[in-house]
Structure formats: C-alpha cells, structure tokens
C-alpha cells in the first residue's frame, strides 16, 4: 500500500532483498529458505518472498501457519514451512494448503496425523528437534517415541517426513562449540530416523550469522531470516548487505521558540538559546521507540539534527538551530536506512537498537501503526 500523505513512510527496496539473498547463497553454498515470519520482519510478508526467491531462494519459512496460510491465499506456490504451533493450531487448514508442518512435540504430530487421516490425504511433515536451545523442538526424552510415531505415521502414509531442523542458541557468536554440537545432535537424529527406515529428504539448522559464517553447518539449506533484510546478524561485521527498509516522515511544523523554553513532556530539554525547532509527526506508536528520547538524529536536506526532548506517541522534536537549518514544513526527515541519492549517511537501525540495548530486529519489526510502506525495485536485484 502506498500514499502520498503518510505520516511515517517505510520505503522499502526489493532489489536489495534480492541482492542480499544472493550474497547468502553465494557464502553459504547452498539454497535459502527465506524466512518471512513477522510480516517478514516488517517488511511485508509477500514482497519481500517474492524478492527473496528472485535471489535464489527457493522455498519460504514462517512460524505460525496463519502467516503461511496468507501467503497461499496470495498466490505463493513454493515450498512453505510453519513451525510455530499451538495446541489449536490449524493443522487441516496447513494440510489443504500443502504447507509442510515442522512438529515440536510427539503431541503435535499425532494432532497432524489425526487431521492427515480425517482428510484422507498425506501431511507434509518437518521433524523440529531440540538440540540444545531448550526452545521449542522435540524434547530430548521425547525423541525415540516420537521418531518411532513418525515412522509408523510415514509407513501408514498419513505423513511425509520432508526435513529435519533445529535452531542454534549462539549462531551469532560464529566460533561457539554449541553450534557444532547442535548439527552433531541434528545429526544423529537424522541417524536415528534412518535406522527407522524413514530418511528427511533434507536437513537444516543455520540461521542468518551461521549461513554467513559458518558453511560446514549448512546441510541441504540455510534459513536466513534478518539478513535478507539487510542487517548485519553479527555486530561489527560487513558481509555486505544492503539495508532495504528506509524510515522517513514529512516535517509537520518549524517553529521559533526562545532561550529556557522546555521541549515536549516533562521538559527534559530546554533550549540554550534561541532557536528553531521542527516537528516530526511520528512517535512511538508507530515504532520510533520513546528510550531513544535524546538519542536520536535524523538527515533533512543533507543535514543531521538531534532530536530533542521526549518522543511522544505520535511526534518527536528535532533541533534545527537558530538558523533554521534551511528546514521548511513539508521537507523529509530521514530517521534510518538510506537517503535517496545515498548522499547523506544516516542511521541504520543497529544504530537504534545500540542506543537502547536492544537488536535491530526488534527496530524493524517494530514499525507499526500508521506506518506506510512503499515499495521501489521489481524484486530482481
């Protein structure tokens, strides 16, 4: 959805979704499931697969299956897999729309061979196994009877068993030993389903940081999520990326305030001098946190402004200086991503997130409200 009237636009660039999705490939060596749970990562769900899989990717990833249920109804066909259920879950809804259903638990698969057998049909299934996280995935002293269940369930044909999976607990610190243990227990899993006389056609377990760094756990596939987005997984490293969200907002109103005027709630600020000052019609219900209260700069013409005092629900204050800045009303405010002509650096959203202790993917997930998304590039690098 686009409009030229949005408070707060999140423009985002396929062709850099699609390019970084080239770069995970050609580092990992091996295709991508490209991870569109969140609304892919705010991104935009559809889009943002669609980008992804013109980069090479070749099949999606979700948690929850209403996410991969939208999907279908939208018009993706590729290989789509859900891993995030509860005990309500929709498992005949997943079975209709060939969605290939990770289970966690043998409770799990019985509800999806219960539903496999009621429509008279064979469920796509992904063995989710714990290897270490202590998440979700099939519990330690669950995995025999479960293996077994899913034996007899494939024998049966009310499964096919598709792939087995587990998530890392330290893939962003590259060298950590758990990560090699983690494919070894995967691994020996993938054993014990052999021994049963099932085999997953395919395996996989690295995330974003493993995919980039650590191709000896790739297996058959790569599962990256934040990285397609264009995020550094690993602080400090450059594997390359291309941010493709850019937040920018409309300057609502400049105005001149005196010398001891406080700014916003609680006047946390109070100007030195005279100056002149500029509101930007977007706050924290629509994803700019409020701890990033003084934190935050903005480019507006090429220029850098600090944000002054608190930022509210629906508006922030930035400083222009007595000058004004040669700011007007109705001038963009770039608050993180790229400026159009790439002219300007401003901040990304690892700047955000190291400002309140926080990961840029709860940044870019959080822009929300009345945020519009605009979208530039045909998806096709």
């Not at 997984?233 to 005196?258: N, Q, W």
């Not at 901040?347 to 605009?374: F, H, K, N, Q």
Request: hydrophobic share 45%; with cysteine; glycine share 12%.
């Amino acid at each position: 959805m686009t409009t030229d009237h949005a408070a707060l636009t999140a423009t985002v660039d396929l062709d850099a979704i699609t390019r970084n999705a080239r770069v995970i490939a050609e580092r990992s060596g091996v295709p991508l499931i490209a991870v569109v749970k969140a609304d892919g990562y705010g991104h935009g769900a559809l889009p943002a697969a669609r980008a992804a899989l013109a980069g090479g990717a070749t099949e999606v990833g979700v948690a929850h299956i209403s996410e991969a249920r939208a999907l279908r109804a939208a018009g993706l066909t590729e290989h789509l897999t859900a891993w995030l259920h509860t005990p309500d879950a929709d498992f005949a809804g997943a079975i209709a729309d060939d969605i290939d259903i990770a289970v966690s638990s043998p409770r799990q698969l019985a509800a999806v061979v219960a539903a496999a057998r009621e429509a008279g049909t064979t469920a796509t299934v992904t063995a989710k196994v714990d290897t270490g996280l202590g998440r979700s995935g099939i519990a330690y002293d669950e995995w025999d009877d479960t293996a077994r269940a899913i034996a007899a369930a494939q024998a049966e044909g009310a499964i096919d068993l598709r792939a087995a999976m587990c998530h890392l607990a330290f893939g962003d610190e590259p060298d950590n030993p758990m990560n090699s243990q983690q494919a070894a227990n995967l691994d020996r899993a993938v054993d014990d389903l052999r021994g049963l006389g099932v085999t997953p056609q395919v395996t996989h377990i690295a995330n974003s940081p493993a995919a980039l760094t650590r191709p000896d756990l790739a297996r058959d596939l790569v599962r990256p999520g934040i990285a397609l987005y264009g995020c550094s997984p690993i602080r400090g490293r450059d594997f390359g990326l291309t941010p493709a969200m850019t937040l920018s907002a409309e300057i609502a109103l400049v105005k001149k305030i005196p010398s001891g005027q406080g700014v916003s709630y609680s006047h946390q600020w109070i100007a030195p001098r005279d100056t002149t000052v500029a509101v930007v019609p977007s706050g924290y219900a629509d994803g700019v946190p409020r701890l990033l209260s003084g934190r935050l700069e903005v480019v507006v013409n090429g220029r850098r402004f600090a944000g002054v005092g608190r930022i509210c629900m629906d508006q922030f204050v930035i400083d222009l200086g007595p000058d004004g800045g040669g700011v007007a009303e109705g001038d963009r405010a770039y608050l993180f991503g790229a400026t159009p002509d790439g002219s300007t650096p401003i901040p990304v959203a690892d700047d955000w997130a190291d400002a309140i202790g926080t990961i840029d993917y709860e940044i870019v997930t959080g822009v929300r409200g009345r945020t519009v998304r605009r979208y530039v590039g045909h998806g096709d690098g």
